[in-house]
């Protein structure tokens, strides 16, 4: 009987160190709650006229999945943006891509993006949806084969008609970023779960203690330190996790044979498309308040070997991490901003990042808590 009552006492125990809410402090509080609600308000790009649109949805779908929107009828949009794994393909960079040097992007939460890829090329979710369509090591089509391909298969004219109100006329153009706005109409639906921060977060902001104890004290305390000490949200900000913009963060961005210009090059290369929200395909015009972001941008050295700060939301479903894909695990990730070296950082850039020089428990507390971030 005494054992007995020794191990009912000790599971007890164990029970109520389980269930322990830390004493954050209300500027803790504030910061913790900012990183939410979620799933947030549902948003409308103004340049696509067909987002929100269920015909343009199914149609979106419909060429994500069907490898018969390439040239060569090998590969669709989802054998690289697999569903179970975030859209993403668990690869350190894309394999259908010759030379290839960047990880390839998960796609869940792509509506509320201000900028799109690595390098922020495109400046809609409609663009960045064109481009792999156009590239000759991707999906290997030109505007005119495209168009040439959707008004060939019975179901993406139907579908097509369908989302847009009329057949696939004879403007190539056109009709190839329709396809685009189409795919983007689909993949703004893809919106990442729920996770055990948010249910968390939600305790925490309505001030029901008892629920927000079930949320693990390693989590909370890699919380505090992901808000406080580590600074990490500074850049990981907000309900999705990031602030949107670029930064080196001591990533190398040498590849073979050169560098990797990132924002740099990324924004070169918007400013000269045709397919930004400037130019002609902008269905909002000059009332897209968007535009804006993009006619101010000006391209400053600084942005050389800048990468887009990644969203944090079903982290565990995309590694490998980093641009280049160079970190295989959460905890090397953790390890990379334990010891950072501070030297290969931008001279003239921000100085958000320094190295953390985590304890192993502080390592382990945080990986703990950008675990949580995911289902």
Same mark, same amino acid.
């Given at each position: 009987?005494?054992?007995?009552?020794?191990l009912?006492?000790?599971?007890?125990?164990?029970?109520?160190?389980?269930?322990?809410?830390?004493?954050?402090?209300?500027?803790?509080?504030?910061?913790?709650?900012?990183?939410?609600p979620?799933?947030?308000?549902?948003?409308?790009?103004?340049?696509?006229?067909?987002?929100?649109?269920?015909?343009?949805?199914d149609?979106?779908?419909?060429l994500f999945?069907?490898?018969r929107?390439?040239?060569d009828?090998?590969?669709?949009?989802?054998?690289?943006?697999? $569903?179970?794994?975030?859209?993403?393909?668990?690869?350190?960079? =894309? @394999? !259908?891509? /010759?030379? *290839?040097? #960047?990880?390839? %992007?998960a796609?869940?939460?792509?509506?509320?993006?201000?900028?799109?890829?690595?390098?922020?090329?495109?400046?809609?979710?409609w663009a960045?949806?064109?481009? $792999?369509?156009?590239?000759?090591d991707?999906?290997?089509?030109? =505007? @005119? !084969?495209? /168009?040439? *391909?959707? #008004?060939r298969? %019975?179901?993406?004219?139907?579908?097509?008609?369908?989302?847009?109100?009329?057949a696939p006329?004879?403007?190539?153009?056109?009709?190839?970023?329709?396809?685009?706005?189409?795919?983007?109409?689909?993949?703004?639906?893809?919106?990442?779960?729920?996770?055990?921060?948010?249910?968390?977060?939600?305790?925490?902001?309505?001030?029901?203690?008892?629920?927000?104890?079930?949320?693990?004290?390693?989590?909370?305390?890699?919380?505090?330190?992901f808000?406080?000490?580590?600074?990490?949200?500074?850049?990981?900000?907000?309900?999705a996790?990031?602030?949107?913009?670029?930064?080196?963060?001591?990533?190398?961005?040498?590849?073979?044979?050169?560098?990797?210009?990132?924002?740099?090059?990324?924004l070169?290369?918007?400013?000269?498309?045709?397919m930004?929200?400037?130019?002609?395909?902008?269905?909002?015009?000059?009332?897209?308040?968007?535009?804006?972001?993009?006619?101010?941008?000006?391209?400053?050295?600084?942005?050389?070997?800048?990468?887009?700060?990644?969203?944090?939301?079903?982290?565990?479903h995309?590694?490998?991490?980093?641009?280049?894909?160079?970190?295989?695990?959460?905890?090397?990730?953790?390890?990379?901003?334990?010891?950072?070296?501070?030297?290969?950082?931008?001279?003239?850039?921000e100085?958000?990042?320094?190295?953390?020089?985590?304890?192993?428990?502080?390592?382990?507390?945080?990986?703990?808590?950008?675990?949580?971030l995911?289902r």
């Amino acid at each position: 009987m005494r054992a007995l009552a020794a191990l009912l006492a000790a599971l007890v125990s164990l029970s109520a160190a389980a269930h322990t809410l830390l004493d954050f402090t209300p500027d803790e509080r504030e910061r913790i709650v900012a990183h939410g609600p979620w799933p947030p308000p549902a948003v409308r790009d103004p340049s696509n006229r067909v987002d929100g649109r269920r015909a343009a949805i199914d149609f979106g779908a419909l060429l994500f999945f069907d490898p018969r929107l390439s040239s060569d009828g090998r590969f669709s949009c989802a054998s690289c943006h697999l $569903p179970p794994r975030a859209f993403q393909d668990g690869l350190p960079v =894309a @394999a !259908s891509r /010759a030379g *290839a040097t #960047r990880n390839t %992007p998960a796609l869940l939460d792509s509506a509320h993006r201000r900028w799109f890829g690595w390098d922020g090329a495109q400046d809609s979710l409609w663009a960045a949806s064109l481009s $792999p369509l156009l590239k000759a090591d991707e999906m290997g089509h030109t =505007a @005119a !084969s495209l /168009a040439a *391909a959707v #008004r060939r298969q %019975p179901h993406f004219a139907a579908a097509y008609r369908q989302a847009f109100g009329a057949a696939p006329g004879g403007d190539d153009e056109k009709v190839a970023v329709d396809v685009a706005k189409a795919l983007a109409a689909w993949q703004a639906t893809l919106v990442s779960p729920r996770t055990p921060f948010d249910d968390f977060r939600d305790a925490l902001a309505r001030g029901d203690a008892a629920a927000a104890a079930r949320y693990p004290p390693a989590a909370q305390r890699g919380l505090r330190l992901f808000i406080g000490e580590g600074r990490c949200s500074v850049c990981h900000a907000g309900a999705a996790f990031s602030n949107g913009e670029f930064a080196d963060i001591g990533v190398p961005f040498f590849v073979p044979g050169g560098v990797d210009p990132g924002r740099h090059g990324g924004l070169q290369q918007l400013l000269a498309s045709r397919m930004n929200r400037l130019g002609q395909y902008n269905d909002a015009g000059a009332a897209d308040a968007r535009a804006v972001a993009t006619r101010h941008v000006i391209v400053e050295p600084r942005h050389f070997g800048e990468f887009k700060v990644p969203g944090l939301r079903q982290l565990v479903h995309t590694a490998p991490y980093m641009h280049n894909g160079s970190l295989a695990r959460i905890e090397d990730v953790v390890q990379h901003y334990s010891a950072l070296n501070e030297e290969r950082l931008h001279a003239d850039g921000e100085r958000i990042l320094r190295r953390l020089d985590l304890t192993p428990q502080q390592a382990a507390d945080l990986v703990a808590f950008l675990r949580s971030l995911s289902r």
